[in-house]
């Protein structure tokens, strides 16, 4: 079955550090890869998302993430966090059998960032 | 533009009462998703709806039922609601594709006492 795993609950840096964020799936095809930010009392939005082509992508924000297939990993970078950056921050999965219309979920980081 | 929207934005229940989130999108979406948001575990899909007239179990289902009302709307039910159901709700919708990102709603806070 597929999943997602976000191995660090919570983050801590400083304004202006650079931030990687990790985040490791588990599906057996090709996989369509999301990292979304979710503010305070917020819904979710989408900072990214990788399905095929260019390894590394380009989201909103000032925010990466790079596709390793080697190492089944989806990781989010930002050179240099502000913060208004604090957040928590989800990597999802589309996967499904027949396509792709499950969207599933890890379990999430939340990153505080110090003035 | 609305996006997603749920309804109602807080509520309290009872044990053993029952109620139903409403959720609406208004971008034409064929595939609606139900999510609960619980401390330290993410979003966990409760069930999904690929296209009008198709309901999926996702990760949660015990507990919840759906309808997908039309193209439009997708409602979640608890029939006889629970402590453990205490959570987050978010409704979601997305087009069709692999790569097509999902919209959220700004989630539905239940408690039941």
């Known amino acids: 079955a597929q999943s997602v795993t976000q191995p660090d609950i919570h983050i801590t840096v400083s304004e202006g550090a650079s931030l990687e964020l990790r985040c490791n799936y588990s599906?057996?095809?090709?996989?369509?890869l999301f990292w979304y930010v979710q503010s305070p009392g917020q819904g979710l939005q989408l900072l990214l998302k990788?399905?095929?082509?260019?390894?590394l992508v380009q989201g909103i924000k000032g925010f990466e993430a790079e596709f390793k297939r080697s190492q089944s990993s989806f990781n989010l970078r930002k050179p240099s966090v502000h913060w208004s950056d604090a957040a928590e921050y989800f990597c999802?999965?589309?996967?499904?059998?027949?396509?792709?219309?499950?969207?599933?979920f890890g379990a999430g980081t939340r990153l505080a960032v110090h003035p | 533009n609305a996006g997603v929207t749920q309804t109602p934005k807080f509520q309290v229940l009872k044990t053993g009462q029952s109620m139903t989130l409403q959720c609406a999108q208004d971008?034409?979406?064929?595939?609606m998703y139900w999510y609960r948001q619980d401390p330290g575990m993410g979003l966990r899909l409760i069930y999904y709806?690929?296209?009008?007239?198709?309901?999926d179990k996702g990760e949660v289902p015990n507990g919840y039922n759906v309808s997908r009302l039309n193209k439009r709307e997708f409602s979640l039910r608890l029939e006889s609601a629970a402590p453990s159901q205490t959570s987050v709700y978010f409704c979601?919708?997305?087009?069709?594709?692999?790569?097509?990102?999902?919209?959220f709603g700004q989630g539905t806070r239940l408690t039941v006492v």
């Open positions: 971008m034409n979406h064929n595939s």
């Open positions: 999802a999965v589309g996967a499904g059998s027949g396509g792709y219309n499950k969207l599933i």
């Open positions: 979601a919708s997305r087009g069709t594709g692999a790569n097509t990102e999902a919209f």
């Open positions: 990788y399905f095929s082509g260019d390894t």
């Open positions: 599906y057996g095809a090709t996989p369509y």
């Open positions: 709806s690929a296209s009008e007239g198709t309901t």
